[in-house]
């Protein structure tokens, strides 16, 4: 069975988040090395598009919440979880008290840095201090040789869909030559 069936199948097809039936899609939750359904939501297009762009967040559409929060379906616990600590309105804060979530599971939305105060975040900047977000692309600036591994990643190398490392803000994670690789963040260029 397809993943987008198992998501039709396990939401009713439904957007796990708000219950809307129109323009839904599989939603990959970003910033977790997993794949499969347990990193996977049923998202409508509006609900994708505000995840995705924090500046188009309209707080009253997430007022649906208060009822898939409570799902047993990790991606949805995560979004969740993630989307009221972006709204940060009192009944948002009020919402975030009431919901439990597994400490591993809790570990995983924290991932994306939601939930951080702003002085603690890590910014990844490339060599000319433009700041990377996840799914970025970038260009590698200089030839680099991969430890572990004979293989060299090219200068002018694109490097597509980053993931940035939540513990280092020096080091993102890329797909060079179907090979996932560490680069550190001085070498490369955003495009």
Excluded at 133 to 140: R, T, W, Y
């Amino acid at each position: 069975m397809s993943l987008e069936r198992e998501l039709q199948k396990r939401s009713g097809s439904k957007c796990e988040l708000c219950g809307s039936e129109e323009k839904l899609s599989e939603y990959g939750v970003s910033d977790i090395k997993e794949n499969g359904l347990k990193t996977v939501l049923y998202a409508c297009q509006v609900c994708a598009e505000q995840m995705n762009d924090s500046d188009a967040i309209d707080a009253n559409h997430w007022r649906c919440l208060n009822d898939s929060m409570w799902s047993e379906h990790d991606a949805v616990k995560i979004m969740a979880w993630r989307m009221l600590n972006r709204i940060n309105a009192d009944w948002t804060q009020d919402l975030l008290g009431m919901m439990y979530m597994e400490d591993e599971t809790l570990e995983l939305a924290k991932a994306s840095g939601d939930g951080e105060d702003e002085a603690e975040k890590l910014i990844h900047r490339d060599v000319n201090g433009v700041i990377l977000e996840h799914g970025d692309s970038v260009v590698l600036i200089k030839d680099l040789k991969v430890k572990g591994s004979s293989m060299v990643a090219k200068q002018g190398t694109a490097v597509r869909n980053i993931r940035l490392d939540h513990e280092n803000e020096t080091y993102i994670e890329g797909r060079v030559d179907g090979q996932q690789i560490v680069i550190i963040t001085e070498y490369v260029k955003k495009t």
